[in-house]
């Protein structure tokens, strides 16, 4: 009974650590969805786009070359940063004034475009990078991790961490964070509001650069997968709180580890417990984990 009990216990911990390395990854790209929403009041349906665009390069790249995955994270991120530059520049900029609803038109009409360029260059097939440690296993103790997963968790985390960093210590970091907190209160100190706005669009995106090569190492990819990635993507910064990075964080290891448990034990309902934990929340917080109530949430 106690030998029972103990692989019981051991089997709880090892989920639990697939789970907080799958929420570790679900906030590296949720946290750049919640901070274009926090500084532009722009809800970047597109960012499932550019998870799957960058999971696809990092495919057909691997595929040719034989390349370690892994290297092209700062590749992807700096192509998707300067992507998201142009794309907020050239066209986000300009169709903000006119409000939020056009802002979502203009970025699901850009996912839809890069959703059919690729099925266009890499067809409507399923896409996996398999390098050679992608069947491995580690062993920490009594708990056994898969190494792709590991990695990608970690990395996600480690990333993460640096882009906290850079919005805490940087001048361009703070100035992002106060355009965010306090768009007027931020021009009076001399902080431009369109290089601000362009600097967290262009993180935002550089965020799902960085994600699509983990992505490409842990599932399998094609171009319509976006929607299955943006809804997570919007669901966790539902659920953390619009605008909050932490809530983000917060939002992503609670469904990480609910989804780690569901997949564990009822694998046909593990869908259902994800967007189940965002319904159930939102019930009794309507604002999120740590997002703020406003006048207009108050009835």
Do not use: C
Not at 89 to 99: E, L
Not at 107 to 128: C, D, H, Q, R, Y
Request: hydrophobic content about 55%; charged content about 10%.
């Amino acid at each position: 009974m106690s030998l029972r009990r103990e692989v019981r216990e051991v089997q709880i911990v090892q989920v639990l650590a697939y789970g907080i390395l799958l929420g570790g990854m679900y906030a590296l790209l949720a946290s750049g969805v919640t901070l274009i929403f926090g500084v532009l009041d722009v809800v970047n349906v597109a960012q499932g786009a550019f998870l799957v665009m960058s999971a696809l390069f990092t495919w057909q790249v691997w595929s040719v070359t034989g390349i370690e995955p892994l290297l092209l994270i700062p590749v992807n991120a700096a192509l998707l940063f300067v992507i998201g530059w142009i794309i907020y520049r050239g066209m986000v900029a300009r169709v903000a004034p006119q409000g939020p609803s056009m802002t979502v038109l203009l970025m699901f009409g850009i996912a839809l475009v890069i959703e059919g360029t690729l099925n266009l260059v890499f067809g409507n097939k399923f896409k996996s990078v398999t390098p050679e440690y992608f069947t491995w296993s580690v062993k920490i103790g009594d708990i056994v991790l898969p190494v792709p997963q590991l990695i990608s968790g970690v990395l996600a985390i480690a990333i993460l961490g640096l882009i906290y960093v850079f919005l805490r210590v940087s001048w361009a970091g703070r100035a992002v964070r106060a355009t965010a907190q306090n768009r007027e209160g931020a021009a009076l100190v001399g902080i431009s509001h369109k290089t601000a706005s362009a600097l967290a669009f262009g993180i935002g995106a550089a965020t799902a650069g960085a994600g699509g090569v983990l992505l490409s190492i842990m599932y399998p990819v094609y171009p319509a997968t976006q929607y299955d990635w943006i809804a997570r993507l919007l669901g966790i910064i539902v659920l953390g709180g619009l605008g909050s990075i932490p809530g983000a964080v917060a939002g992503s290891l609670l469904l990480g580890v609910m989804e780690a448990f569901a997949v564990t034990y009822v694998p046909q309902w593990s869908t259902l417990f994800f967007y189940g934990t965002i319904l159930a929340i939102l019930v009794f917080r309507p604002q999120g984990l740590m997002g703020s109530v406003t006048r207009e949430d108050v009835v």
